[in-house]
């Protein structure tokens, strides 16, 4: 399904600030350039994008190491060589036939905390506006809770919850202003945001005396059945129900992902994730993010390439899913 307003002539180098369509690849050296995610155009100008990545560099709501606010620019640098071929094991360039951009970053004011909330979802009412489907890098993973009140007004609530994780992130919080990356989805249940019936854990691997309703595939559930098993009972919990999906990379086995506030031993393989996220392209995304990266704790970059895979594949997923709902 090529475009009409695709390219013909290669940009070489760039791309993320010459190319002129919002299709198509640009020829890049993976070692220079502008550091947009994926070489995708620098642009707050939406019209006609179907996915717009963006960063929201918050670790304030931290409750270990810190470190996250730096994640989306160390995703966006690991991403430079998977603009570099037709990505595996999908065999197409999903540029071809999926508009996406780089708007940049949320601007908040780190030094009025109470403030950040209303920052973050004015930022995604501001993209889910234009029609398109966010996917967001973090930062830490409160900023999934703003993510989620602005899907909830355009889409409506209650929504399903595809949640990638070592930790529930369901303990009590009564407090409406704190801000508190292990709190977000017990804020979120309460609120009626999410539906915890319809909605899936994956990976979880700390212990809370109340899930809250969540369904639950925990890491040994996940090592003992395998990816497929893992794909089967995540569709069959969300069904057709509109889902936002958040990965936090700490659902990752510190082995594949150091970089990152909270690691716990224990967690899912790089193949492992990787392999659940491609078979999503039943699921009803209508939003999606990628969080915690801490680049300070990283090794040779291996969590932000990770993630970058991972952001990637989601990609590739929305691609296919939109060529299927043109057919």
């Given at each position: 399904?090529?475009?009409?307003?695709?390219?013909?002539d290669?940009?070489?180098?760039?791309?993320?600030i010459?190319?002129?369509?919002?299709?198509?690849?640009?020829?890049?050296?993976?070692?220079?350039?502008?550091?947009?995610f994926?070489?995708?155009?620098?642009?707050?100008?939406l019209?006609?994008?179907?996915?717009?990545?963006?960063?929201?560099?918050l670790?304030?709501?931290?409750?270990?190491?810190?470190?996250?606010?730096?994640?989306?620019?160390?995703?966006?640098?690991?991403?430079?060589q998977?603009?570099?071929?037709?990505?595996?094991?999908?065999?197409?360039?999903?540029?071809?036939?999926?508009?996406v951009?780089?708007?940049?970053?949320?601007?908040?004011?780190?030094?009025?905390?109470?403030?950040?909330?209303?920052?973050?979802?004015?930022?995604?009412?501001?993209?889910?506006?234009?029609?398109?489907?966010?996917?967001?890098?973090?930062?830490?993973?409160?900023?999934?809770?703003?993510?989620?009140?602005?899907?909830?007004?355009?889409?409506?609530?209650?929504?399903?919850l595809?949640?990638?994780?070592?930790?529930?992130?369901?303990?009590?919080?009564?407090?409406?202003?704190?801000?508190?990356?292990?709190?977000?989805?017990y804020?979120?249940?309460?609120?009626?945001?999410?539906?915890?019936?319809?909605?899936?854990?994956?990976?979880i691997?700390?212990?809370?005396?109340?899930?809250?309703?969540?369904?639950?595939?925990?890491?040994?559930w996940?090592?003992?059945?395998?990816?497929?098993?893992?794909?089967?009972?995540?569709?069959?919990?969300?069904?057709?129900?509109?889902?936002?999906?958040?990965?936090?990379?700490?659902?990752?086995?510190?082995a594949?992902?150091?970089?990152?506030?909270?690691?716990?031993?224990?967690?899912?393989?790089?193949?492992?994730?990787?392999?659940?996220?491609?078979?999503?392209?039943?699921v009803?995304?209508?939003?999606?993010?990628?969080?915690?990266?801490?680049?300070?704790?990283?090794?040779s970059?291996?969590?932000?390439?990770?993630?970058?895979?991972i952001?990637?594949?989601?990609l590739?997923v929305?691609?296919?899913?939109?060529?299927a709902?043109?057919?």
């Amino acid at each position: 399904m090529t475009q009409p307003n695709q390219p013909k002539d290669p940009v070489y180098g760039d791309g993320a600030i010459r190319r002129t369509s919002l299709y198509g690849s640009s020829i890049e050296n993976t070692y220079a350039g502008v550091l947009s995610f994926m070489r995708r155009n620098y642009t707050r100008d939406l019209t006609g994008a179907d996915v717009v990545i963006s960063g929201v560099p918050l670790d304030l709501a931290t409750t270990f190491r810190p470190g996250a606010r730096l994640g989306p620019a160390a995703i966006r640098a690991a991403s430079v060589q998977l603009a570099e071929l037709k990505p595996y094991p999908w065999g197409f360039d999903p540029f071809d036939d999926l508009a996406v951009v780089d708007y940049g970053d949320c601007w908040f004011d780190a030094h009025h905390p109470h403030t950040i909330m209303n920052s973050i979802v004015e930022h995604a009412r501001t993209i889910l506006a234009s029609g398109a489907t966010m996917l967001t890098f973090g930062g830490d993973h409160y900023i999934t809770y703003p993510l989620l009140k602005a899907h909830v007004e355009q889409y409506g609530a209650p929504l399903s919850l595809i949640h990638f994780d070592a930790h529930c992130d369901t303990w009590p919080d009564d407090s409406p202003d704190s801000l508190n990356h292990g709190t977000m989805f017990y804020k979120a249940i309460q609120e009626g945001l999410i539906d915890p019936k319809r909605s899936v854990q994956i990976g979880i691997r700390t212990w809370n005396d109340d899930f809250m309703g969540m369904n639950v595939l925990d890491a040994q559930w996940v090592h003992s059945n395998g990816p497929q098993a893992v794909v089967k009972k995540v569709k069959e919990i969300v069904g057709e129900h509109q889902t936002y999906l958040t990965f936090d990379i700490d659902c990752l086995d510190p082995a594949f992902a150091p970089g990152t506030g909270t690691p716990v031993a224990g967690g899912l393989s790089s193949a492992q994730a990787l392999e659940i996220i491609r078979g999503m392209e039943q699921v009803n995304l209508i939003g999606m993010d990628v969080v915690e990266v801490s680049p300070s704790y990283d090794q040779s970059e291996i969590t932000a390439i990770a993630a970058a895979h991972i952001a990637q594949d989601l990609l590739c997923v929305m691609r296919n899913k939109k060529v299927a709902s043109a057919v």
